[in-house]
């Protein structure tokens, strides 16, 4: 195996993981859920949740590539025992990146479509969601221009991977970050500044008990488990790849705490967004939390822009943001593909590319071909997209970090105080001993729990 590489600066860490957890789900399901769900109150739910599961899983995570060097691909098979099993969960978490990214390609090629269709102005003509919608079905039954757009996702993003951890991936998902958090920034104060901000804030920030008074405490708090614990994109070493390339100076608490502070920050800003908007040109009405889809941007927010003086350039500025969601997300994934073949072959990063782009180009296309001739594929009422998604999402997310969960933990895997040692090693926030039965005992039963009902 080729020498490993490592970050240029800690900045560089922070902001790929980051990158790697904020997704498009941050950006249009979180503020849905908020809107729908009590406001503040179901956003402290979520913190919650967001300490209580996430923290943890993502230490464990980061600690297993950091103590390995590794990707999942063989981080097992470097910590485990002589004669353990551990090294099987590889396949599942190597099937997770593909399979993630055989529709969050398409999702991304969205993205730059809409993009390009707010910089030449097409758009601007549709104003009412019905019509909007019919843009957005005409988008994904063109089965050409989306192959084509998939391929130019898939090639670009591979393409910068092939340059290396710092000269590619590092360099070019900073530089996408720190233009997504101005380009947030500019889109929150101007927001703010319509002439019904003060309601749409005041419904998105002030507390009240009308989501748990209309759905019930049991589907508020559900729904903020699984926010919280969906939105890190941990359990499929996502994560963990990016801890196999920094040193020991810091602490990885204090480390996953950065990063999730930025995901929820993300999240957090797109809220402040989208309800003003949405109380200034749409009354008030934004989309109800069990019928909450990507269609979302594509109607009910495109409608707004479209109706708002400047629409054009906003939109336009939007679906940037977006797509630096989305790219960065894809970038980091991609390089923790890249690392299993660098791992696992004698190959150089220019030749995985190449591979890879192929590999990744083909698999995307069921999804793409999802919404024309294999739409009447479906199982269990879903199409292949939400059938792919359903698989990530419900399956390999929650399972895979049972797993690291119980690898840190039982002594008949790496155990506790190997990770322990490797989660507190650098300077930071500790991981308190104190909190081995909760990490032991009730957190594997949580997580089980959750796999479970994700299922059902």
Not at 39 to 47: E, K, M, N, S, T
Not at 139 to 146: E, R
Not at 158 to 176: A, D, H, N, P, R
Request: charge should be neutral; aromatic fraction near 14%.
């Amino acid at each position: 195996m080729n020498q490993r590489e490592k970050f240029s600066s800690r900045l560089g860490f922070i902001l790929i993981s980051a990158g790697c957890a904020i997704g498009l789900g941050n950006v249009y399901r979180f503020p849905i859920l908020t809107g729908s769900y009590g406001g503040a109150l179901f956003v402290l739910i979520y913190i919650a949740f967001l300490l209580l599961l996430g923290l943890p899983v993502m230490t464990m995570e980061l600690s297993v590539g950091r103590a390995s060097q590794r990707s999942i691909a063989s981080s097992y098979d470097v910590l485990e025992k002589p004669g353990q099993k551990w090294h099987l969960i590889k396949y599942m978490g190597i099937a997770g990146n593909y399979l993630l990214m055989m529709f969050y390609t398409t999702i991304s090629a969205w993205m730059v479509i809409y993009f390009l269709k707010y910089a030449d102005g097409s758009i601007m003509q549709y104003t009412t969601t019905e019509q909007l919608g019919e843009v957005f079905g005409g988008v994904v039954s063109n089965t050409g221009v989306m192959i084509g757009m998939v391929f130019a996702v898939v090639a670009v993003c591979f393409g910068i991977c092939s340059f290396g951890l710092q000269k590619g991936v590092e360099k070019i998902t900073k530089t996408m970050m720190i233009a997504l958090f101005i380009l947030m920034l500019g889109l929150v104060i101007y927001s703010c500044t319509l002439s019904n901000a003060a309601e749409g804030l005041k419904f998105y920030l002030i507390p009240n008990l009308d989501g748990i008074k209309e759905h019930g405490l049991w589907t508020v708090v559900s729904a903020a488990l699984g926010q919280a614990f969906f939105t890190l994109s941990i359990g499929i070493g996502s994560v963990a790849i990016f801890g196999s390339y920094i040193s020991k100076e810091r602490s990885l608490t204090g480390e996953a705490l950065t990063i999730m502070s930025l995901d929820t920050a993300v999240a957090l800003m797109s809220g402040l967004i989208i309800f003003p908007a949405c109380f200034t040109y749409n009354n008030g009405v934004t989309a109800d939390a069990s019928t909450v889809g990507a269609s979302f941007l594509f109607t009910t927010l495109s409608s707004i822009f479209n109706a708002m003086p400047g629409g054009r350039i906003i939109g336009a500025l939007f679906f940037v943001f977006m797509i630096f969601a989305a790219l960065s997300t894809v970038i980091a994934v991609f390089e923790n593909i890249m690392s299993f073949w660098l791992e696992l072959t004698k190959m150089n990063r220019v030749k995985v590319a190449i591979i890879n782009i192929v590999l990744v180009f083909v698999l995307s296309i069921p999804c793409v071909l999802g919404f024309t001739l294999w739409s009447d594929f479906q199982i269990a009422g879903k199409g292949i997209m939400d059938l792919e998604d359903f698989a990530v999402s419900n399956i390999m997310l929650p399972l895979g970090s049972l797993f690291y969960v119980l690898f840190c933990t039982l002594r008949y895997g790496w155990g506790w105080d190997n990770y322990f040692a490797e989660v507190n090693s650098g300077k930071g926030l500790k991981m308190a001993k104190w909190l081995k039965p909760y990490l032991s005992y009730v957190l594997p039963v949580v997580l089980f729990a959750l796999f479970i009902v994700s299922i059902i």
